[in-house]
């Protein structure tokens, strides 16, 4: 076991298709807390830095204890310039700022491997999503995005361990270089192994459409 105790939000971009609100201000039909909420309450005695542009002022308004990295050119950039300017040499939990998750997943993953991905095998998967070549070892070889090349290379699902210094130098190298791409895309897995990690049953649920959050009421509703 590793201990992290540093823990990234990327909470900078904005969301079309969600009616011009913040994600991490999405509160959930059922707790009635955010996303941020549930993210403070699942990392709960870890330092979490939040990296914020679109709507930056009413997320740190509302949330004054956390620690924030503003990115100006968040119009402009993809979530790699995010994670670029928040990322040091400290390890670090890398996480979505579309996320609803709790302390269950987090304890997980504190003691899972050092340096890790989140994934899942599901089958529905946005033209977007970031998928992982895995070898035997269940390492990641490749990230990529686009149309899925086999269902045997899960999804990543927006939650990341880093602890090794090495990477964490190449990774924030690379989402500088690379700022128009997605932070996943870069993860320099080529230079030290990074493991699969699997999503269970532990509340996660990502919101990137009206129709997700539609999806979550009814879950939310089912007895």
């Not at 790699?80 to 996480?95: E, F, H, I, N, Q």
């Not at 989140?118 to 033209?127: F, M």
């Amino acid at each position: 076991m590793s201990a992290v105790d540093h823990v990234i939000i990327l909470a900078a971009g904005r969301s079309l298709q969600l009616d011009g609100i913040s994600k991490a201000m999405i509160r959930h039909p059922r707790t009635g807390r955010t996303i941020l909420e549930h993210a403070i309450e699942a990392f709960a005695g870890k330092r979490i830095t939040v990296v914020v542009g679109f709507r930056a002022i009413q997320i740190m308004q509302a949330y004054p204890q956390l620690d924030y990295v503003h990115n100006p050119d968040w119009a402009l950039t993809n979530n790699a310039m995010s994670l670029g300017l928040a990322l040091d040499s400290r390890p670090a939990y890398v996480v979505s700022g579309d996320i609803f998750i709790g302390p269950e997943l987090v304890q997980r993953l504190d003691h899972a491997a050092p340096d890790l991905v989140l994934v899942s095998d599901r089958e529905k998967r946005a033209l977007s999503a970031i998928h992982c070549v895995v070898d035997e070892r269940r390492q990641v070889v490749e990230t990529y995005q686009g149309p899925v090349r086999s269902m045997s290379h899960p999804e990543s699902v927006g939650i990341f361990k880093i602890s090794d210094a090495g990477l964490l130098r190449t990774w924030q190298r690379r989402c500088i270089e690379h700022s128009n791409l997605f932070a996943g895309q870069l993860l320099p897995c080529d230079q030290a192994p990074v493991a699969v990690e699997m999503l269970g049953d532990e509340l996660f649920f990502e919101i990137n459409t009206p129709v997700d959050y539609l999806e979550l009421l009814q879950a939310s509703r089912a007895p």
